[in-house]
């Protein structure tokens, strides 16, 4: 079984990691390893071994080596001689800040029963399991249950805390993370997913030194500027090589992830809510329950890393209904028109996608309210009737009448201050008061914590579904909040607002997709402004960056892959000049990046010419052959667009049985003499034999992976290549054969 209990020390194993912790002499709970699997024993004498240290505190006089700053903790508090960062940090009405949690019992259960209210993991039976461990603070009278959960398939342990105030006097809960980790040396490198709007999830990755570091979000949201996924490599470990863990947090509001390196070159990570901005009040018999972080360890390379985290969102995170069901070829208006269209010219644009094999017409931004620009009507969310008279529900039946499905786009928590909405609730917009409120994208956040706002947009959001048939939702987010405050809550509850307002985001989805099962949503930030495990609980889908350029989406498409699936990106060709950097790729190129996700089109398609939609067109029915592989493949990084000048990228799917594969290679500019160049392929059958698609040789999988695949120099005119050869992509379609 994935859990052993001996004489107070747990055993986590999946298939290949061990996870091992202990209760400590003072009862309290120390951490012993986690890594590559090992034997399961009675006790491991040598994970216990210590040895003094001058100059720093110790527990008990009788064990001068029991000194906590030494010690590998399961999860520490503060100020009682460890003074690495904690994983919590309780203040009693006295003032006192000093917990000591001692160990009560512990409980096994079958399978794992998803969080209330939270976005979180589940499975039913099979050998998944569940370790629930028991502690208590006697003189606060807090008890805090640390759940362990067992994916051994994917090597992966989900974690949380949750604490109960089982006394009379009201408790502040002033830190609260999710998971903490003493590992015994910290020759680690973090890689990090860093970026800005439209410039998402680039790779950086760097050394661990003395001291903290951290990458977190105080904006509300995850943010476009650090993500929670986090990676801690060995120096020498590449894609394919060497040992890693994987690090990540399903939520979707303020965030920490620390590294925190000390004296003795231990590294302590931590990952939770971000406890700057956090604090709750756990009156006599709360709970209070932290999110889940996810934890991985491979010592196969990065790409066997994203690999396992991905197929264990897939199966226990991703709704079952959505996991492995085929996504729509959509077209999405926003590029196309913005703000400047009407019925006919949105049923034009259907029409002629219809016939290019598109499969889904989303209308975007622009069809409520009076909005002709990003000024008004957020909230409104009725029909511009001057624009749409006909309405909503009218269009979406042209539309289903083109036997296409049809999806709108929303910005629920979101108010502009020319909207009916802020004229008849003005108290739903988070300001604080007495302060000047500070607009973003000329409009204001509402206040998720209010549970009649809740009310009010599930209403409104559900009305339009059932009217309209909606077949998907884009649930857009476009700013982050400013003036944290919502008069729902007390003087002394405000620091819970944060959190309570992601806890109002998870109920109102939780509603709808509970309400419309059916309803497909992608989720949408400015693009990847909130693109993590959160959102990926209820929306099987996200809008990946609002960057359509194909050479920009390379490296967020790269980097985003190392912590999600590619069945979680939306990726859309748009027109040329690009919108966003004013570069003109060949369409081709656009379709080849765009492949590795969830299609789409994003462009007036009725300005496109003859050439341009024949082109279209073989793209949508190449994408529809190969759709299961593109979306569900196993996803390899071949070659980084963040190593060198960054001028060539590449990476491939494989399917589950290997017989099947696409790769792309993807060049920005092309250089005259340029190096010889080979592609190595990954996750083939090496005794398979196998033909790429437009020539006659055929291949061993073990040549195409170890040997490689002569890459030409593009030098002579091509046919379908324009003009330049900058900015090109070559695909390669794999396929095993019996001859
Ligand atoms: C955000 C989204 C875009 C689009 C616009 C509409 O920027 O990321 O895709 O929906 O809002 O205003």
Redesign the pocket.
């Known amino acids: 079984m994935p859990i052993s209990v001996q004489q107070h020390q747990f055993h986590l194993q999946t298939d290949h990691t061990s996870y091992l912790f202990h209760v400590m002499e003072n009862g309290e709970l120390g951490q012993l390893y986690y890594g590559q699997r090992i034997h399961d024993q009675a006790n491991y004498p040598d994970l216990t071994a210590r040895e003094e240290h001058g100059a720093i505190p110790a527990w008990r006089l009788d064990r001068p080596d029991f000194q906590p700053e030494t010690l590998k903790q399961e999860f520490a508090g503060l100020g009682k001689g460890d003074y690495r960062d904690p994983a919590f940090q309780v203040t009693s009405p006295d003032g006192s800040r000093i917990s000591e949690f001692r160990y009560q019992d512990y409980q096994i259960t079958d399978g794992k029963q998803r969080l209330n209210g939270l976005p979180s993991a589940f499975a039913t039976g099979d050998d998944v399991q569940t370790l629930t461990v028991t502690l208590r603070d006697v003189v606060a009278e807090l008890t805090l249950a640390l759940q362990y959960t067992v994916f051994p398939h994917q090597d992966v342990i989900v974690r949380s805390a949750r604490f109960t105030n089982a006394g009379e006097q009201t408790l502040l809960l002033d830190r609260a993370m999710s998971s903490q980790l003493d590992l015994p040396d910290a020759n680690y490198e973090l890689l990090q997913f860093s970026g800005s709007w439209a410039r998402e999830r680039h790779l950086v990755r760097s050394p661990l030194h003395s001291g903290s570091q951290s990458i977190g979000s105080l904006r509300g949201a995850s943010s476009h500027q650090q993500n929670p996924a986090m990676i801690l490599a060995r120096p020498t470990t590449d894609e394919n090589h060497g040992a890693a863990f994987g690090f990540n947090l399903i939520y979707s509001g303020n965030f920490l992830d620390q590294v925190e390196v000390d004296a003795f070159d231990t590294a302590r990570i931590l990952i939770g809510i971000n406890p700057e901005e956090f604090g709750w009040q756990l009156t006599p018999g709360e709970t209070f329950q932290t999110p889940e972080a996810v934890l991985s360890y491979t010592t196969t390379g990065l790409n066997q890393l994203s690999q396992q985290m991905g197929d264990f969102y897939q199966h226990h995170l991703v709704n079952p209904h959505f996991a492995q069901t085929p996504r729509p070829v959509l077209i ?1 208006n ?1 590029e196309g028109t913005y703000f400047n269209f009407d019925e006919a010219k949105l049923t034009a644009i259907a029409s002629d996608a219809k016939d290019l094999g598109i499969e889904m017409f989303v209308l ?2 622009g069809w409520f309210g009076h909005r002709d620009d ?1 000024t008004t009507s957020l909230g409104d969310w009725d029909v511009y009737a001057q624009k749409l008279p006909n309405g909503i529900a009218h269009l979406a039946d042209k539309i289903h009448g083109m036997a296409l499905k049809f999806g709108l ?1 929303f910005e629920p928590e979101m108010i502009s201050i020319d909207s009916d909405l802020y004229r008849a609730h003005p108290e739903w917009t988070v300001k604080t008061p007495h302060r000047e409120m500070t607009p973003g994208r000329n409009q204001f956040v509402i206040d998720m914590a209010n549970p009649e706002v809740i009310d009010y947009l599930y209403d409104k959001i559900s009305r339009l579904i059932a009217d309209a048939h909606l077949d998907y939702i ?1 649930w ?1 987010m ?1 700013r982050n909040i400013t003036e944290a405050y919502s008069p729902t809550l007390p003087a002394d509850q405000q620091l819970e607002f944060a959190h309570r307002y992601m806890l109002g985001v998870y109920q109102l989805y939780g509603r709808l997709t509970t309400a419309y099962p059916d309803v497909l949503f992608e989720s ?4 990847g402004g909130r693109f993590d495990l959160g959102m990926m609980a209820y929306a099987p889908q996200a ?1 990946t960056s ?1 960057d359509t350029d194909a050479v920009e989406r390379l490296k967020i498409q790269f980097g985003t892959s190392y912590g999600y699936p590619q069945t979680m990106m939306g990726a859309h060709v748009s027109a040329v000049p690009n919108d966003q950097t004013g570069r003109i790729t060949p369409i081709e190129t656009r379709a080849a990046v765009a492949y590795f996700g969830d299609l789409g089109y994003e462009l007036d398609v009725t300005q496109c010419s003859a050439a341009e939609k024949a082109a279209i067109k073989e793209q949508v029915a190449f994408y529809k052959a190969h759709r299961e592989l593109f979306q569900q493949g196993k996803f390899y990084r071949l070659d980084s667009p963040f190593t060198g000048d960054g001028n060539v990228g590449s990476w491939q799917v494989v399917s589950a049985d290997g017989k099947h594969a696409i790769a792309a290679r993807y060049q920005v500019l092309n250089h005259p003499n340029p190096a010889y160049n080979r592609l190595y392929l990954r996750g083939l059958q090496p005794d398979q034999r196998y033909q790429i698609a437009g020539n006659d040789h055929v291949y061993y999988g073990d040549e195409l992976m170890n040997a490689g695949v002569f890459i030409p120099h593009l030098q002579d005119s091509t046919e379908g290549i324009e003009e330049s050869f900058d900015f090109s992509a070559r695909l390669l379609v794999i396929d095993a054969v019996e001859k």
């Open positions: 999405n926003w975007d931004d990003d786009w884009k857009d476009n949408c930030a400015s693009g809008w609002d």
